[in-house]
């Protein structure tokens, strides 16, 4: 039997057939993907590159029982086995952690994270999306701020993240997070900005000025960005609220860009001052004042050339608010300070005879070269910085009749940690006073012979 042979013209006109019939299907896939590319999906092919996996390594010391892990889930938690037996000396381990970091600056490979995701790290790394691996130097960090910034050795023209304007942030507006939440690399979740200027308390103290976010945020987010849907960083995920779920919180980008000028020009941030000094509002204040409710501070002194001077302030004033946040007593003062950087405007409402002023101040640097000064009026002793001691400010002074002497302090004494700042170098006791200047006593941790007492100095 003979085939039928196909001539060219036939050819020709069943090709053509064949290709009318696949171009629609082809032209249909292309819409199709093209319909499927949201903004949210742009947003991700533009900035996952510039997101980074931190891991942190970081040498910690535990007690190791003689007895081993048996008697630990046994009886560790009883105080009376632990107390018989004895702690049965120390091991040091390697732990790891994860985190999250964006890049923000690819020419010179900075990156942004939070400062808690790099605490006490003896060695940084990241990973980007296409593989790569670097070791990271931290340039400065902050833990007020909950910031820091890293740089990637060895690292050139890499992706980064595009800035946004956290101040222009929408109410539901739609966002996306890009992290590396218990260890999966590079996920991404999507929500709404559910709030703005929210304040965060924590054992540290208190945050102010959070972006809230439904997005899910999880252990391992944390320093990661936070993207609107043109793919720009509108914050740096830093925090989640445990007992609940879709509670997420972010620093805003325009705070994290005053935080980064001062990080990368002098790797901190300064602590900021107003000049005032006061007490606490107490119930026969608050009925003086004829305010609602026991709250406020009462200015008893406004440093001569501050700030506080300068706008205007008064002693018998009594601040009500700090930038729109409503100030609590003389400690919530001082806790709301730090969550601003220098040469930013503030808003002070204060009580004065009865009318409610609002005063515009101009914050600056806390004056660190007076701080020897004051803290001998207030606490009653000087410090000195001894390399050769390996830790610890040196008692070079006692102030008579003061506080510390009443304490029992002499010179030559350690001062080893002011409430929660251990002090290495004097920069460390300018930041202890400039956290707790106000306060009525205060807590120490003084060397002497050897030994480390930790001792309440009444002011």
Known sequence: MTRPMIRGAAWAALLAAILCLAVPAFAGQAEDLALRTTPVVRAVQSVAPAVVNITTARVVERQINPLGDLFSRQFGNNPFFRDFFGPGGTRRFTQQSLGSGVIIDGRQGLV????????????????????????????????????????????????????????????GESVLAIGNPFGFSHTVTTGVVSAVRRTVRTEQGVYTDFLQTDTAINPGNSGGPLLNILGQLIGVNTAIQAQAEGIGFAIPVNKAKRVLAELLDQGFVSHVWLGLWGQDVDQAMASYFDLKSVSGMLVTEVTRGSPGERAGVRPGDV?????????????????????????????????????????????????????????????????????????????????????????????????????????????????????????????????????????????
């Open 112 to 171: 942004l994270t939070n400062s808690h995701v790099i605490a006490g790290a003896t060695t940084i790394s990241a990973k980007l999306l296409d593989g790569r691996e670097f070791e990271a130097d931290l340039v400065g960090s902050d833990p007020d701020f909950d910031l820091a910034v890293l740089r990637l050795k060895d690292a050139h023209d890499l992706p980064q993240a595009a800035m946004g304007d956290s101040d222009s942030i929408m109410i």
């Open 319 to 459: 601040v009500l608010s700090l930038e729109g946040y409503g100030v609590e007593d003389k400690t919530h003062y001082l806790q709301l300070l730090r969550n601003f950087t220098k040469d930013r405007t503030l808003s002070l409402v204060v009580l004065r005879q009865g009318r409610r002023l609002e005063i515009s101040i101009r914050a600056e640097a806390f004056p660190g070269g007076e701080v020897q000064d004051m803290a001998w009026r207030r606490w009653g002793f000087s410090l000195r910085d001894d390399p050769a001691v390996g830790g610890g400010l040196v008692v070079t002074g006692v102030l008579a009749g003061g506080p510390a002497q009443r304490l029992g302090m002499e010179p030559g004494d350690l001062v080893m940690k002011v409430g929660g700042v251990r002090l290495n170098a004097s920069e460390d006791f300018t930041s202890a006073f400039a956290r707790y200047r106000m306060h009525n006593s205060l807590l120490l941790a003084v060397g002497r012979g050897g030994r480390v007492h930790y001792v309440k100095l009444r002011l």
